[in-house]
């Protein structure tokens, strides 16, 4: 054997196992083998179980609750449309969530590309904790945020005097205090990894740095600018806790509407409507972020290939980044952490006092018995309730980012794959309300089997598997698809079978990524509120219900109780999102 061909086959191995690159070309056999049948029935299976739960446990009860809205006495009756649009509270409606979802997305990009400035191109001492308090704000409940911001804007409040409680601004604020890691993570992540040549040629030819930024840098990251904005308005246009907590019955948007039409007057006919609306903001918005996310992948690869020979060198802070550092200071201290250290010290404030009333109140039920069980049963129902809808996400959303990772060659495969992507980020966008009113009016017994699941304790966490589902995609996948194909083929060309392929090329990197992915299941299970309102019973409720009931109960003790709850709910949530930042190794995912 010539020594060309051992190397050749050493280079294969070690790319079969992850190790590196394919050194020399692979000599691949000229006759096309047949897949095996077992092959087949495995990668069907990866298809068919994820479909399936998303059918049933999201799609059927969406498509009954709009559809009951236009069926009448059996027939088609598609009226309620134009009833809904003649009136003009639905238009002041939808002009309140895309005012939202507007503002709320500029300022969150133009505050937050400072800030991936600073955070991924610039070093400084503390620079890890600040990325995590960062990235906290995203996955924090949104009644917890409510809470927060009202008692930092309250008349009692150190902002009452600005007048702000209950405003269309202290919406915005809030929905930005979400948002912003978000812009942060994904444009940092491409920034970080930007081929500095293209900078360092226009310096060299006399560019000023801010003539630089606007004609090379901003340009190089227009992928990653246009996927954060298009994910943000989308969370902006369906934030429905910030705006039930914070809009105090004068500003409402479409989910709020549709939440206050399904629970209180039972106007199922209005409610479909618009959800139909949402619908088709939530599509609109999820196909701009597609488009500008194969982009900005297509762009992180190519930065990847001149990493390894020119690779990118942070440098500390300079008096050229002043501008970019005050704001992002700004940024993380008034309106990331005030509102979080502000409830945390007004949870201690009681009648009586400073001192640790509230947290005691937590053993009990509160004033005039406002609650079923105690706080801390309710937080232990959450942490249940959060672990097994994290392992039903994990499942689910770990064979939809296996199955869509692949390139097949196929036309019509390629795009089965793209709508497959799609369509399982759907569950971001449509109303969790829908999703758990729909629930209770399709699962009394499911595909004919004689069971009523509206009374199972399974309920609750598979409605918020659904919700939590697409971003264990979006974290895994971008790992996934970064893998080199070449590995596959090469081990897969040395007689590894397919079991062997993932278990040697795409778990071991794919395993960085399962940390974080963890992480965000497990706390936006932790505080999803939309479906779980509608689902959860009395004696099971979770946290994040029984502050909402404490903040809708009169009574200092009972608000000075919900202070309490949201700190330790908050406290959790950090936790584990801390823990997941440190298990991920390398930035990983999308967020």
């Not at 009833?83 to 133009?110: D, K, M, P, Y």
């Not at 945020?145 to 150190?158: D, I, K």
């Not at 199955?403 to 569950?427: I, K, Q």
């Not at 009169?554 to 330790?568: D, I, R």
Request: hydrophobic residues 55%; glycine residues 10%; contains cysteine.
């Amino acid at each position: 054997m010539t020594a060309p061909v051992v190397e050749e086959r050493a280079g294969a191995r070690d790319a079969a196992r992850g190790r590196g690159p394919v050194l020399g070309p692979v000599r691949a056999p000229r006759a096309r083998r047949a897949v095996p049948l077992a092959r087949w029935c495995a990668w069907a299976a990866a298809v068919a179980v994820p479909v399936t739960f998303l059918a049933v446990f999201f799609a059927w009860p969406v498509v009954a609750l709009v559809g009951r809205g236009f069926v009448t006495d059996g027939a088609l009756d598609l009226s309620g449309f134009a009833e809904v649009f003649a009136a003009s509270r639905t238009w002041r409606l939808i002009g309140l969530t895309l005012g939202q979802a507007v503002v709320g997305t500029v300022l969150s990009v133009g505050l937050g590309i400072p800030g991936a400035y600073v955070l991924y191109r610039c070093t400084f001492r503390g620079q890890g904790a600040v990325r995590a308090l960062v990235t906290v704000p995203f996955v924090l409940p949104t009644v917890v945020v409510g809470v927060a911001f009202r008692a930092l804007l309250t008349e009692s409040g150190p902002l009452g005097f600005l007048g702000l409680d209950g405003s269309f601004t202290a919406i915005v604020a809030a929905l930005v205090f979400f948002n912003y890691s978000v812009v942060v993570r994904t444009v940092g992540g491409l920034w970080e990894h930007l081929d500095p040549r293209a900078e360092q040629a226009a310096r060299a030819l006399g560019a000023s740095p801010a003539r630089a930024l606007w004609t090379v840098t901003l340009p190089a990251l227009a992928p990653a600018i246009a996927s954060a904005a298009a994910v943000v308005f989308l969370f902006c246009a369906t934030a429905f806790g910030v705006v039930l907590v914070l809009g105090d019955q004068r500003y409402g948007t479409i989910e709020t509407e549709i939440w206050m039409q399904t629970v209180q007057f039972l106007d199922l006919r209005t409610a479909a409507v618009l959800s139909v609306v949402q619908i088709v903001v939530v599509s609109s918005a999820l196909w701009v972020a597609a488009r500008a996310r194969s982009r900005r992948e297509h762009a992180l690869n190519l930065s990847a290939a001149t990493r390894s020979t020119h690779p990118l060198r942070l440098r500390p802070v300079r008096g050229s980044d002043l501008a970019a550092t005050v704001v992002t200071a700004l940024v993380v201290l008034v309106l990331l952490a005030w509102p979080l250290v502000n409830l945390l010290v007004w949870s201690f404030r009681t009648a009586d006092g400073w001192g640790l009333g509230n947290y005691v109140a937590l053993g009990t039920t509160g004033g005039t018995n406002a609650l079923t069980d105690t706080v801390w049963v309710a937080a232990g129902t959450s942490l249940r309730t959060a672990a097994t809808a994290t392992v039903i996400a994990l499942v689910v959303g770990g064979l939809v980012a296996l199955v869509v990772s692949r390139r097949p060659r196929a036309t019509v495969a390629r795009r089965a794959v793209g709508v497959l992507d799609s369509v399982f980020m759907l569950p971001l966008g449509v109303s969790a309300v829908t999703v758990g009113f729909g629930f209770l009016i399709t699962l009394d017994k499911p595909l004919g089997l004689d069971v009523d699941l509206r009374t199972s304790g399974l309920l609750v966490p598979i409605a918020q598997a659904v919700v939590a589902t697409p971003l264990v995609v979006r974290t895994v996948l971008p790992v996934l698809r970064a893998i080199d194909p070449r590995q596959r083929e090469v081990a897969a060309t040395l007689g590894a079978p397919p079991r062997r392929v993932l278990a040697t090329v795409d778990w071991p990197i794919a395993a960085r990524s399962l940390g974080l992915a963890i992480g965000f299941a497990f706390a936006v299970s932790l505080g999803e509120f939309g479906a779980t309102s509608f689902l959860a019973r009395p004696d099971d409720a979770t946290l994040p219900i029984v502050i909402f009931r404490l903040i809708g109960r009169p009574g200092a003790e009972n608000y000075g109780m919900a202070l309490a709850a949201s700190v330790v709910l908050a406290a959790i949530t950090a936790t584990v999102m801390l823990g997941a930042e440190r298990l991920r190794g390398e930035r990983t995912g999308e967020f």
